[in-house]
């Protein structure tokens, strides 16, 4: 029976201490314990000072208020992209360890990493890499920086777009490389889906998956005035996410056959998607795949043209790929089904 009750109380501090650490920047964070836990302020204030012996949290003392704070380490590093970089050599020589020790976690750092800083390598046309580390004891997170061409440019004028907006519309679909021979074109869209946040920036387009809210979103005309190419990535070091749900997720007969394509990426602006040309541009490439989403999350109205295309047109051509569709209005939806009517 002692030992039961040991084993609880030693869950239920372990409980407390992580829910302090969630919570900390919350400027109530001692009468939020209580609430939760049911312990006593005394009790509260002894296991944040057992964090700050840890070395986990520190107590700053501002205008007469306490104000306590995660503590974060930072490492940087720096590349030169003529000394011939191998990203698995410098994964393990330099970046593992400042990495969480959960397999899980580490198996998903090292993906990311090793797929992110081979694209600076092979495709940026850049001169040097930075990597900027920074941990504390809640989550991970780091920035990739070339000083190169910059992803959505290199993008656009690869596949000759008309602009870098479509490049990212590209991206999300998955399966697009500027250098077929050497890459699959998967590293950028499992490492986006890898993570709890993961974005990219260049040239003041800021393009960003958000694990939580499962969602892909664009911002346009950051004034940063950055060149060149940055990506961050960020997931907790207790994670529970596993790399092989993420891929299979995505996958059939062991290959990369499954994509969700953000119809809202396509909108430039406050444009309605009407025309039978607006649903070509969202149909390029997806024949790469044999099982495809389009999500209409955010998307107020389609035009008849728009959804005919996508619909009929090209499911009557390409019978051997399956078409869905998520996240439609009430709208949107009729105009899908009269389209597939038309295709019966």
Not at 141 to 165: P, T
Not at 262 to 287: F, H, M
Not at 305 to 321: L, Q, Y
């Amino acid at each position: 029976m002692e030992k039961g009750t040991n084993l609880f109380l030693k869950r239920q501090t372990s409980e407390i201490r992580k829910f302090i650490l969630e919570n900390l920047q919350n400027p109530k964070i001692v009468t939020l314990v209580v609430d939760k836990f049911g312990i006593s302020r005394t009790a509260v204030y002894k296991n944040i000072k057992k964090l700050i012996n840890e070395g986990k949290i520190k107590r700053e003392e501002k205008h007469q208020k306490r104000k306590y704070t995660l503590v974060s380490e930072e490492r940087l590093f720096i590349y030169n992209m003529s000394d011939a970089l191998s990203e698995s050599e410098i994964w393990k020589r330099d970046i593992e360890d400042h990495t969480p020790k959960k397999d899980n976690v580490r198996h998903i750092w090292e993906y990311g990493f090793t797929e992110m800083f081979n694209n600076a390598i092979d495709h940026s046309n850049g001169t040097r890499i930075l990597v900027k580390i920074l941990f504390n004891s809640i989550k991970t997170s780091m920035y990739i920086v070339d000083n190169g061409i910059g992803v959505f440019r290199k993008i656009k004028n690869k596949f000759n777009l008309s602009n870098e907006r479509e490049a990212i519309l590209e991206l999300a679909k998955g399966k697009l490389t500027t250098n077929a021979a050497e890459h699959t074109g998967e590293g950028i869209f499992f490492t986006s889906r890898a993570f709890d946040v993961f974005f990219i920036e260049s040239h003041g387009i800021f393009f960003t998956h958000n694990d939580t809210v499962d969602k892909d979103v664009l911002f346009e005309d950051i004034d940063d005035g950055l060149n060149g190419t940055v990506i961050y990535m960020e997931i907790k070091n207790d994670s529970n996410r596993l790399l092989s749900d993420i891929f299979d997720k995505f996958s059939e007969d062991y290959g990369f056959d499954k994509t969700i394509i953000p119809i809202e990426l396509a909108r430039y602006g406050d444009e309605n998607l009407v025309s039978r040309s607006q649903a070509k541009r969202v149909l390029t490439r997806v024949n790469l795949f044999k099982n495809v989403m389009f999500d209409f999350k955010n998307v107020p109205q389609i035009g008849q043209a728009f959804a005919d295309e996508i619909f009929r047109v090209f499911a009557k051509s390409n019978p051997t790929i399956k078409l869905g569709y998520v996240n439609a209005n009430e709208e949107i939806e009729n105009m899908i089904k009269r389209a597939l009517v038309s295709n019966v």
